[in-house]
């Protein structure tokens, strides 16, 4: 059985959702972050207007600053949050 998936949102993320995290099976047809943001995004509402690219979103892979290219795994703790700005 494969492992779950295990996201967390963080920031204004976590506000809109209503959610700090979630334990999902790996969706078949994703393989990487862009993946993931577009079958979240897929949920529609809330999630469509944050996930469908038009709000900037950072993420981590397993604590590690990622593209939306990296490649994600069952078992892999993926975080989502807002850019930090500071000055």
């Avoid at 996930?51 to 975080?79: K, Y």
Wanted: proline share 6%.
């Amino acid at each position: 059985m494969n492992q779950p998936l295990r996201i967390l949102y963080f920031a204004r993320l976590r506000e809109a959702l209503g959610t700090a995290s979630e334990e999902i099976a790996l969706p078949d047809g994703v393989g990487d972050v862009d993946g993931l943001m577009a079958w979240l995004a897929a949920r529609g509402g809330v999630w469509q207007a944050e996930f469908s690219g038009s709000r900037p979103i950072r993420a981590a892979v397993n604590q590690a600053l990622v593209q939306g290219t990296a490649r994600i795994q069952g078992g892999d703790e993926v975080a989502f949050f807002p850019p930090v700005t500071g000055g």
